[in-house]
């Protein structure tokens, strides 16, 4: 019973949570209909699509995170739709005639006229898109699931948590209803169609920030941390109570960021991680991204110490937390495990949730616990690795009351796990969309999120760029729209790496790299050949340039064969 009442509050704790915030647009979208035909069947539905998606997660593995990917994309559609039907009805039964039908009945939803089923086919898609955004305490509750197989103890934690978290919405729906009560008492025509207006417009954001990945950047920044804290709260009340169960093992609670681990939405490498895997253990966790080259230049060495330390009581977790969008398909980030040799566990933290706990502020972050769960040391950055292996050693030996030494140091570097040549780099890391660019040269500046033909300057200043051809340029990257298109830098550094992607997944796509307008040679690096033609296939961090000789300043070029291409931000080392 205590695991079922703190399952509740849980549930209650998401409105709270940052990736929830979009999602209620939706919810109050329904407030002016009767609670039985439009509160009620919504929040029935939003329940069951949730506990449906989070069961077939913790018994069925990826192939079920995948499907889930691909029903939010049609959930969103769906919402989209509805958002259009109460902002523009009438356009939309122009440019949408195929589906007028179902635009005339959306619209009538939003008149009042909706039946019970309308209400929870929109619950089952708010129910899709809101899944994957519950928080560490789901978390937990699905690894017990993914532990002990589907029963009918999991079933009734997981409708537990969904009824607790309708209760908040169901809230949610009370408190905007008495605001419409309070707007229709003034019978104002211009008011009532205004209104509908607003939660059209208010829908249609609810869709483009979910859809663009804004609910990971925003919504985590303006999340308070008191969120956190009785999150971990309850992680730590739920681990007392699971120990009480009777022919249960009794481990110790983990609590504080440690508990928050447990909470990861999805593992890569392992199963689901349980309490007894980190008590007594000395455990380094690694926050980190794919496309990160920082992150990558630390990867040799804590793949080196997982390797080194993990028959002396090391448990080496990365908690990979996304950067660009395409960063939260965990798809992506599997096949970068395989490209980048990492087999110790992986956290998908895709809501920060992880981060936040820990209170972690940049790419990568090293944390170092000792075997009593305590925070030891953290470093920020790379460097500082002969450090950091001596108070593994150190922390190791603590645990096992005896010494652990070795030779410091392993694995050797190549590619772009390189350290830079910090001697002579001056360039910086540049992004190409407009929301955190800087010393962009082509003429006329850049347009944002409007197609555009960009002349790429003939001369540039040191760490100065340009666009040549026909882009989009949007927040977080830049899409070439012709068949041809370049991109020009000024750059002083040994490396010149350049995250970017094909049109589609798998699509392969030829580009050719120039260094002061001819092929690279003995200059190229390990993403094209001498000639300068490399293939993109996956959208990643690419090496384009690794001098063999002296450091100066150069121009680089880059040309690609084909619309589509995404280009987000140049790096160097």
């Known amino acids: ?62 192939w079920a995170v995948a499907a889930n990917h691909y029903g939010r994309g049609i959930a969103l559609a769906v919402m989209a739709l509805f958002g259009l039907t109460l902002l523009v009805p009438a356009v939309a039964d122009r440019l949408l005639a195929p589906l007028a039908a179902l635009g005339g009945r959306l619209s009538q939803q939003a008149e009042g006229r909706a039946t019970a089923g309308a209400s929870l086919l929109l619950g089952l898609a708010t129910g899709l898109v809101w899944a994957p955004c519950a928080g560490p305490v789901l978390g937990l509750i699905l690894t017990g699931a993914a532990l002990r197989g589907p029963n009918a103890d999991t079933a009734l934690l997981l409708l537990t948590y969904a009824a607790g978290a309708a209760t908040a919405l169901a809230a949610g729906l009370l408190f905007g209803g008495r605001l419409l009560a309070m707007a229709g008492r003034l019978r104002t025509a211009r008011w009532s169609d205004g209104l509908r207006r607003l939660s059209g417009a208010t829908v249609i954001a609810g869709v483009v920030a979910i859809w663009s990945g804004l609910d990971v950047g925003l919504f985590t920044r303006l999340s308070s941390a008191g969120t956190t804290q009785i999150e971990n709260c309850l992680l730590a009340l739920i681990g007392d109570a699971r120990a009480a169960e009777p022919g249960e093992p009794r481990p110790r609670p983990l609590t504080g960021p440690q508990a928050a681990l447990l909470g990861a939405q999805q593992w890569l490498n392992t199963a ?13 966790v690694n926050f980190w991204t794919y496309s990160c080259i920082n992150c990558l230049r630390v990867l040799p060495h804590v793949r080196a110490w997982a390797e080194k330390y993990r028959d002396s009581g090391l448990v080496v977790i990365g908690v990979h937390t996304p950067e660009f969008a395409f960063e939260k398909d965990a798809g992506n980030v599997q096949k970068a495990l395989g490209h980048l040799g990492i087999h110790y566990p992986v956290a998908i933290d895709n809501d ?30 790379e460097g500082r690795y002969d450090d950091s292996e001596r108070l593994i050693q150190t ?31 001056h360039s910086g890391e ?33 760490n100065h760029w340009g666009l040549g051809g026909s882009w989009t340029v949007g927040g977080e990257f830049a899409t070439l729209n012709g068949e041809a298109g370049r991109i020009v830098y000024r750059f002083h550094a040994r490396d010149l790496h350049l995250v970017m992607g094909p049109p589609a997944p798998g699509q392969a ?27 993109l296939q996956d959208t990643r961090l690419y090496q384009l340039v690794r001098q063999s000789g002296d450091i100066a300043d150069r121009t680089f070029a880059i040309e690609f064969e084909g619309a589509g291409v995404r280009a987000y931000a140049f790096t160097f080392g």
Request: proline content about 7%; charged content about 15%; aromatic content about 8%.
């Open 509 to 535: 796509m030829r580009f050719r790299v120039t260094i002061d307008g001819a092929a690279p040679g003995a200059d190229h690096g390990a993403d094209v050949d001498a000639e300068g033609w490399g293939s």
């Open 352 to 381: 920060f949730g992880i981060w936040r706990a820990f209170g972690n502020v940049a790419w990568p972050g090293l944390y170092f616990i000792d075997a009593h769960g305590q925070v030891r040391h953290r470093v920020l950055g």
């Open 272 to 284: 689901p991680l349980r309490p007894q895997d980190l008590q007594g253990k000395v455990v380094l």
């Open 395 to 425: 922390l190791l030996s603590e645990a096992r009351a005896a010494p652990v030494a070795m030779p410091l140091g392993g694995e050797q570097a190549s590619g772009a796990q390189v350290a830079p040549d910090e001697s002579d780099l």
């Open 430 to 462: 540049t992004y190409v969309g407009y929301a955190q660019t800087r010393g962009f040269a082509s003429p006329g500046g850049q347009t944002e999120d409007t197609e555009a033909f960009y002349r790429a300057p003939a001369t540039l200043r040191l």
């Open 1 to 62: 019973m205590t695991l079922l009442i703190l399952a509740y509050a849980a549930g209650l704790l998401t409105i709270a949570t940052p990736c929830i915030l979009p999602v209620l647009p939706f919810v109050l979208a329904r407030v002016g209909l009767p609670f039985r035909r439009g509160g009620l069947p919504m929040l029935l539905g939003l329940a069951i699509a949730f506990a449906a998606v989070a069961s077939l997660a913790s018994v069925a593995g990826h």
